[in-house]
């Protein structure tokens, strides 16, 4: 290896919550069309790539034992295509290690953060040359939330999600986010769904973005969104999993603005009004016993960026 290029690289990659996901129809490719809002929060994972004699996965932080860490994790599959795509005479196999404070199978996209997280940090291992419009390929492929992972910030997705436009907005917002002991798998999310559209699964109307969510993003007023918040996967994700109704209303009873469940769940965001309006939903959630474990973030925040480079 030259020895221009850095033994390890360490990236940091925030949590994405969904501000309004609206479903379209069930595509031929078993994919839904659709129009989300992402929205990049303080929470996040770093993952660090070494070179190794081949591939493997390491996971640390409180969620560890729920990451899968075998040739079918998402940071493999995303480290072997961009080493085929990359052309780069180092492209070979690393370890990668996941710092993990991002819930699994929460919604939040965690999976696909790390993937994306990996395809930058294997960029800059490798020499690559910060190639964005090679990362966007491969995130494509990888999976519908990896491209927003790679941008942050608040975005709309469209396409089944891959298709990303950055939202130009003034607000920074404050939640407090309740993750659920038991994930709930997307797929099934998105069955639940097509089962009580029915006939109509395949027909609905093409998805677009909320011309009040649009004006709540532009204004930045924290009221406006909290009566923009819209997800279309929130009733099946309350039907597959009935307790989130309970975290609902319990957050709204303890004065937040506005609740959505995020993206397939189960995860459960509250948007409140500042700082201590979280500490007190927080606290509130908590001592009531709705919640085992709460999370306060910021957003947005920005995207997949390298934080260290180490050099040999
Ligand atoms: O692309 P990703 O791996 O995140 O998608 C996981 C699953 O979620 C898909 O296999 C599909 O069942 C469902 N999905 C969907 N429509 C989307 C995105 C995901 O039906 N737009």
Redesign the pocket.
Known sequence: MSSALPSSVTVRVPAKINLELV?GP?RPD?????STVFHAVSVFDEVTVTPAPAWSVQVSGPYADLVPVGDDNLVVRAGRLLAERCGAAEAGPALVHIAKEIPVAGGMAGG?ADAAATLVALDHLWGVGGRRDLWDECAAEL???VNFALVGGTAIGS???EQIAPVLGRGRYHWVLVPSAQGLS??TV??ELDRMRGAEATTVAQPRPGESMMQALRSGEVEALAAALRNDLQEPACVLQPRLREVVAAGQEFGALGAVVSG?GPTVAFLVDGPEGALDLAVALTASGVADEVVRAVGPVHGAHVVTSATP
């Open positions: 479903v069930l078993g994919y839904h069309d659709l696909s999976g519908s939330d396409g089944r999600g997307t797929p998105f069955a397939s």
